[in-house]
């Protein structure tokens, strides 16, 4: 018998849908302080636009950055890059 169809013979059927299957991969990212522009914080922190961190997450900063480690792989991305004007950022 399909989900989507009533049962015969008992004149009403429930429908049953199925739950999505959500993943968030396994949440490191949240564990994490992230590097991303001084400006972009400062702007996102003005109008609330989100930012995109050096390994790539997209969020709006909202917790003390100094609370967490800092993301190893935007870690490795801002040693590797030859200017230093990138700034630490929140999450």
Not at 40 to 48: E, F, T
Request: aromatic letters at 6%.
């Amino acid at each position: 018998m399909s989900t989507l169809e009533p049962e015969r013979g008992t004149g009403t059927g429930t429908l049953v849908e199925p739950t999505p299957q959500t993943s968030h991969g396994d949440g490191d990212h949240e564990r994490f302080a992230h590097y991303v522009q001084k400006d972009k914080i400062m702007a996102s922190a003005l109008d609330g636009t989100p930012v995109v961190a050096l390994c790539g997450k997209v969020w709006v900063p909202g917790r003390d950055p100094k609370k967490y480690p800092v993301c190893p792989m935007c870690k490795e991305i801002y040693e590797s890059m030859s200017s230093g004007d990138e700034g630490k950022g929140d999450e």
